[in-house]
């Protein structure tokens, strides 16, 4: 279980990347750099990975009800449900849109 805790943390800071990599599109003169890039390459690549790892493991651990003893904080099992959530629905939208434009 230490290894979903570790994972819910890494989850949660991809989900901070992809926020402040979401943000980034939308500043006239955004920033260049290493830590930008891998900012980006955290937010929208790594995250929704490790995003899908986790959120999947915690709905095994839901239906086996055992999601007491994984020691991950509720807060964070609700903010990475969340941004899971968020991201499913912008990458539907951005895949929807690439479908249906020709």
Request: proline share 4%; charged share 5%.
């Amino acid at each position: 279980m230490r290894l979903l805790r570790l994972l819910s943390r890494v989850a949660f800071i991809c989900n901070i990347c992809f926020l402040l990599a979401s943000f980034i599109q939308y500043i006239p003169n955004p920033p260049q750099g290493a830590w930008v890039s891998t900012g980006i390459v955290l937010g929208y690549m790594v995250s929704i990975l490790v995003n899908v790892v986790v959120n999947c493991w915690l709905i095994v651990l839901l239906l086996g009800k055992r999601l007491r003893t994984s020691g991950v904080p509720v807060w964070l099992l609700i903010v990475n449900g969340v941004f899971f959530m968020v991201q499913l629905f912008l990458f539907s939208t951005i895949l929807a849109s690439l479908y249906f434009s020709s």
